[in-house]
């Protein structure tokens, strides 16, 4: 007679096959949390898998080494990648590789080719050459070219990550002898990142979840991170890394803009409406864990007293089930379901799965530092998340003396915490295994927004490595004291395409920043472009024309705007077109504007030019659809 998780390992292939799954209804809550996590462990590597240009079962059409977010592509409209969403799942699946995992060295080499293609790509947020700001878009068409909607641009996030991913897989390919092809093929690509981070990092951009602009703790976080190890890569490979001089500045402004005495501001330097408790603090933490990095690390590790003062105020403020009525079945001081932050609207605000395996992997990863340094340090920051689960907790330090003392009863209790997370997401977790973005947040909890999300499944793979005790590569061991004084700042970056990658050899003349600027009243769904007669502006093709940004719109200014490098001294004809909703024909401008780009000024990223124009037209009505 089989057991039940080789039932459900047999019934997990079925599913990839096509099959129906061979498992009860009650699966997988039926079974023990360890056989629950072994045989998902794999399903969710699977399904990774699957979901990867070009032979993923899910994701037809997808190019080689595109991670697509999810197969689905209406309600939402996931069929697309994410620099960010990718960058996170091949640092996944690097660890995997190194870990053992011999076979996934194919996905890997797709993914830096895929790459260093995708950086010459130009799009909504500008092109590799000459400033590197086409680096910033945050997602692209599952075959690599380029998206054209309104979205949430820049998005500071996806190179350094890419960075980090890329870093990871250069350091194993150095240590077997591969330092000649590291050099030459994959430092280009790393490099552009790399410039795109000293340049960018003092600049705001819109979040991980894509919906404000400002500074991000997840991002800087990233950027942090990709600076020091790009700094060591660069030393070892004999290459400059003028970016990397910023290092000291980057974790100056991580260590003290966002901490408020109590948890992380996740996002700043913007009007948000929002109290700042954030998942993205925690999934910053747990992307850059460390084994053999101190709790007092400036890294700010998982075991750092300020993130576990952060962690018990986010994870208390959804513990509350007036927020997530799906709460009430769990005991105090258990895990509990998780979502994004407690404002959140988006399908009415649910749990994500996750964000939920996040932060079982942040309190895995908490314990087996402990374990590792053989004490527990408490001080005033941190007691309240002690107390909470070992109530005789002090300010002191509990060291490792006995098999039953205090310091085995802190991490017997933080890991049982930790299992109890993952049990959360076992309670809701479908009887084949599948993992949404979320699930509801009244019972019963079922799965909703994207199915067979591709970070879920990755979230899920990095967990259960933590849960094993498999720990990536360490990065901090040149990490320092940040600088007393935070003094802003930025390098110019130096961008080529890394053609021994596979990137053409794009080319550009000398150009010039135009800040084009609109007054344009528009309803919910209704969005402005900007055409015009030059390629920049799509050749007066609305499908290629460039999406305008209304992150500063307001009743009283109603202001659109792009800003776009433009060839020097070229003569632009533009117009301002109204995209409706609900299938309407656009609406475009009654009058052809003309403008001269300015003379370059090589090497300038500052504009050197601006619009203040009003749209002059019909006004857009919805559709109601």
């Not at 076979?103 to 400033?131: C, E, F, K």
């Not at 086409?134 to 996030?157: H, I, T, V, Y």
């Not at 379901?337 to 749990?351: F, H, I, K, M, Q």
């Amino acid at each position: 007679m089989r057991s039940r998780t080789s039932s459900f390992l047999s019934a997990a292939g079925g599913l990839l096959l096509g099959f129906a799954p061979l498992v009860s209804a009650a699966w997988p809550q039926d079974v023990p949390l360890e056989d629950f996590i072994a045989a998902e462990k794999e399903l969710a590597l699977q399904n990774v898998l699957a979901n990867i240009g070009p032979n993923g079962t899910k994701v037809p059409g997808a190019g080689a080494g595109f991670v697509i977010a999810s197969p689905s592509r209406v309600n939402p409209p996931y069929f697309y990648t994410w620099t960010r969403d990718a960058a996170l799942t091949f640092k996944t699946l690097v660890d995997d590789f190194v870990f053992g995992n011999t076979a996934l060295q194919p996905y890997l080499d797709d993914y830096v080719h895929s790459q260093a293609i995708l950086q010459t790509v130009s799009n909504p947020s500008g092109s590799l050459l000459p400033n590197g700001g086409g680096l910033g878009e945050p997602k692209f068409m599952a075959d690599g070219s380029r998206f054209n909607g309104n979205w949430g641009r820049p998005q500071r996030d996806g190179p350094p990550l890419r960075a980090i991913a890329m870093i990871a897989y250069s350091n194993w390919l150095i240590e077997h002898g591969e330092l000649e092809r590291v050099n030459t093929t994959i430092w280009p690509v790393i490099a552009n990142d790399l410039s795109y981070v000293g340049q960018y990092w003092n600049a705001t951009g819109f979040d991980l979840w894509e919906e404000v602009s400002g500074s991000s703790f997840f991002t800087t976080y990233a950027q942090y991170r990709s600076l020091v190890e790009g700094a060591e890569l660069a030393q070892g490979l004999g290459q400059p890394c003028k970016a990397c001089t910023q290092t000291p500045q980057v974790q100056c402004f991580l260590e003290n803009a966002y901490w408020n005495g109590e948890y992380f501001t996740a996002n700043i330097n913007g009007n948000f409406g929002r109290g700042g408790v954030d998942a993205n603090v925690v999934l910053a933490s747990i992307a850059g864990f460390d084994i053999n990095a101190p709790c007092d690390s400036p890294s700010l590790q998982p075991c750092h007293p300020k993130m576990l003062s952060n962690f018990k105020v986010f994870v208390d403020t959804f513990r509350d089930p007036k927020l997530y009525p799906i709460n009430a079945r769990y005991p105090a001081n258990s895990g509990v379901a998780l979502g994004r932050y407690p404002e959140d609207v988006y399908y009415t605000g649910n749990p994500w799965y996750l964000i939920t395996l996040g932060s079982a992997e942040f309190l895995y990863d908490a314990v087996a530092r402990w374990e590792k340094q053989g004490f527990v340090s408490v001080d005033s920051t941190s007691l309240a998340f002690f107390k909470d689960l070992y109530p005789a907790a002090e300010v002191k330090t509990y060291k490792k003396c006995s098999k039953t003392g205090p310091f085995r009863q802190i991490l017997n209790a933080v890991t049982a915490y930790a299992d109890s997370f993952v049990s959360v997401v076992q309670d809701y977790t479908p009887s084949d295994g599948s993992l949404a973005e979320q699930f509801l947040k009244t019972e019963p909890g079922t799965p909703t927004s994207a199915a067979d999300l591709t970070w879920s499944y990755a979230a899920f793979v990095g967990m259960a490595h933590r849960r094993e005790g498999h720990f990536p590569p360490s990065w901090t061991q040149s990490v320092t004291s940040a600088p007393e004084v935070c003094s802003p700042g930025s390098v110019t970056g130096v961008y080529a395409p890394a053609t021994a990658a596979g990137a053409p050899n794009v080319t550009i003349g000398c150009t010039s920043t135009v800040l084009f600027v609109v007054n344009a009243s528009t309803y919910y769904g209704e969005n402005i472009y900007l055409a015009g007669n030059s390629s920049s502006l799509g050749k007066w093709d609305l499908n290629n024309a460039m999406p305008m940004q209304s992150s500063n719109y307001t009743d009283v200014r109603p202001m659109w705007f792009a800003q776009i490098p433009l060839e020097a001294g070229e003569t632009i004809a533009y117009k301002y077109v109204r995209e409706q909703d609900c299938g309407q024909p656009a609406i475009w401008e009654t009058v052809e504007r003309t403008l001269e780009v300015p003379a370059c000024v090589e090497g300038s990223t500052e504009v050197l030019l601006e619009t203040d124009d009003a749209f002059v037209g019909e006004r857009g009505r919805s559709g109601g659809c």
